[in-house]
């Protein structure tokens, strides 16, 4: 990604990005994801992991998406 104003905070599959995307959302935080599969998929080529997906928040808003993350994390390791 070009723009430096944005930092990767996770990666993980389309669902699991997804839960993340809705809990960050819920509080105003704007995240934006990453789909390299979809995009060599669209292209013609194949991807080595497919459905793997980053997701991206503005440095402005990481000191409050990273506890949603951590939560959504150990949510799912329960």
């Known amino acids: ?16 990005v997804q839960l993340v ?6 509080v105003g935080i704007n995240a934006i994801i990453k789909d390299e599969s979809e ?9 080595s992991i497919q459905g793997l997906q980053e997701l991206y928040v503005s ?4 000191d409050h998406a990273i506890p949603i993350i951590a939560a959504v994390k150990s949510e799912l390791e329960a």
């Open 39 to 47: 995009l060599g998929r669209l292209a013609g080529f194949a991807s």
């Open 59 to 62: 440095k402005e808003e990481l």
């Open 21 to 26: 995307v809705d809990r960050l959302e819920s």
């Open 1 to 16: 990604m070009l723009d430096t104003d944005y930092v990767k905070v996770f990666s993980g599959s389309f669902i699991i």
